[in-house]
């Protein structure tokens, strides 16, 4: 979604499984995180580090007001000096999740990921270059493309964040540090025209995988709707994706099970090769669908329309029981 700052912030709707019940403190048993801005390039390399003096310097210079700042092995992590013990649970849990994004999605390394833990829903939108009170009940967003520059950011949400189970924490992490690495290969946000069922389900997914989720646990309001209606036409618009739609959670399982049945049906390379391959086309002058077209030609040897005819079949064998 597009907000007044040009700010592309991309929410995540979450399953009701991972939505609080009772209030839990972050609890960083053994914090790996080391604070204070005390890491510079490694070793000798003449390459600029992503968390770097540099980017510590950028990532306060947006903060408003006294920060603390954490530094965990990818992630650096920025709040208010108060929260040390929130902040340090922070950064091990964003150490994990560019862990597993890096893993899942086969990337070198795992990306640099920087977190911000604003207090208010205020601090928030000033963070992530929109209106105030849009992003209120998010639990976190990604601004991944951004006018004023920086590395694309996490925020978490300052209060629904914290309120989310562990799993849900997990979950939330990985799949917004998926679209913040992501971003930063694309040297951004996606290009104009990647649909966003891809780039969520990509992330979705890899919350699924890194949390150990099963979709019989995730996806029951989507089995519901199958057995009542039976599979969607098409694979979900953009628009279904938007915090407003009434669907949207339908829609991120409907995206997360079409990159599951990817990786299925063509090994777990397919996914970012698929994504990768999307963006490739977008950037060469083609639209979103004639790129999925092309990506899904080159990457799983078959066309959207036998695809979706296929993840209909899939979504049923994977939330129906026989
Ligand atoms: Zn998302």
Same mark, same amino acid.
């Given at each position: 979604?597009?907000?007044?700052?040009?700010?592309?912030? /991309?929410? *995540?709707?979450? @399953? =009701?499984? !991972?939505?609080?019940?009772? &209030?839990?403190?972050?609890? %960083?048993? +053994?914090?790996? $995180?080391?604070?204070?801005?005390?890491?510079?390039?490694?070793?000798?390399?003449?390459?600029?580090?992503?968390?770097?003096?540099?980017?510590?310097?950028?990532?306060?210079?947006?903060?408003?007001?006294?920060?603390?700042?954490?530094?965990?092995?990818?992630?650096?992590?920025?709040?208010?000096?108060?929260?040390?013990?929130?902040?340090?649970?922070?950064?091990?849990?964003?150490?994990?999740?560019?862990?597993?994004?890096?893993?899942? /999605?086969? *990337?070198?390394? @795992? =990306?640099? !990921?920087?977190?911000?833990? &604003?207090?208010?829903?205020? %601090?928030? +939108?000033?963070? $992530?270059?929109?209106?105030?009170?849009?992003?209120?009940?998010?639990?976190?967003?990604?601004?991944?493309?951004?006018?004023?520059?920086?590395?694309?950011?996490?925020?978490?949400?300052?209060?629904?964040?914290?309120?989310?189970?562990?799993?849900?924490?997990?979950?939330?992490?990985?799949?917004?540090?998926?679209?913040?690495?992501?971003?930063?290969?694309?040297?951004?946000?996606?290009?104009?025209?990647?649909?966003?069922?891809?780039?969520?389900?990509?992330?979705?997914?890899?919350?699924?995988?890194?949390?150990?989720?099963?979709?019989?646990?995730?996806? +029951?309001?989507? $089995?519901?709707?199958?057995?009542?209606?039976?599979?969607?036409?098409?694979?979900?618009?953009?628009?279904?994706?938007?915090?407003?739609?009434?669907?949207?959670?339908?829609?991120?399982?409907?995206?997360?099970?079409?990159?599951?049945?990817?990786?299925?049906?063509?090994?777990?390379?397919?996914?970012?090769?698929?994504?990768?391959?999307?963006?490739?086309?977008?950037?060469?002058?083609?639209?979103?669908?004639?790129?999925?077209?092309?990506?899904?030609?080159?990457?799983?040897?078959?066309?959207?329309?036998?695809?979706?005819?296929?993840?209909?079949?899939?979504?049923?064998?994977?939330?129906?029981?026989?």
């Amino acid at each position: 979604m597009l907000t007044a700052g040009g700010t592309l912030a /991309l929410l *995540l709707l979450l @399953p =009701p499984l !991972l939505l609080p019940s009772p &209030p839990s403190a972050p609890t %960083a048993s +053994a914090p790996t $995180a080391a604070p204070g801005p005390s890491a510079g390039p490694p070793g000798d390399t003449p390459a600029p580090d992503p968390l770097g003096p540099a980017a510590l310097q950028d990532a306060l210079d947006r903060w408003d007001g006294p920060a603390r700042t954490v530094r965990g092995t990818h992630a650096l992590v920025v709040g208010p000096p108060g929260r040390r013990a929130a902040l340090e649970a922070y950064a091990v849990l964003a150490d994990a999740a560019a862990e597993d994004v890096a893993r899942l /999605l086969a *990337l070198p390394a @795992p =990306p640099p !990921l920087i977190v911000y833990a &604003p207090t208010d829903n205020a %601090a928030l +939108a000033r963070l $992530a270059g929109g209106e105030p009170g849009a992003h209120a009940h998010a639990a976190a967003v990604t601004v991944t493309r951004d006018p004023t520059g920086g590395t694309p950011r996490v925020l978490l949400g300052p209060t629904a964040f914290d309120a989310l189970t562990d799993d849900g924490r997990r979950f939330v992490l990985t799949h917004e540090a998926v679209h913040a690495a992501l971003a930063l290969r694309d040297g951004g946000g996606p290009p104009a025209g990647m649909p966003r069922w891809l780039d969520e389900g990509v992330a979705d997914w890899v919350a699924v995988v890194a949390t150990g989720l099963t979709e019989r646990e995730l996806a +029951a309001p989507l $089995a519901e709707r199958l057995a009542r209606q039976g599979p969607p036409e098409r694979l979900p618009a953009d628009a279904a994706f938007d915090s407003a739609s009434a669907d949207a959670d339908l829609a991120y399982a409907e995206a997360r099970l079409a990159c599951a049945m990817v990786v299925r049906d063509h090994g777990p390379a397919a996914l970012p090769a698929l994504r990768t391959a999307t963006a490739e086309a977008l950037r060469a002058g083609q639209d979103g669908a004639a790129a999925l077209d092309t990506a899904m030609r080159a990457v799983l040897d078959t066309d959207p329309a036998t695809f979706t005819e296929r993840w209909q079949h899939y979504l049923t064998s994977e939330l129906l029981p026989r």
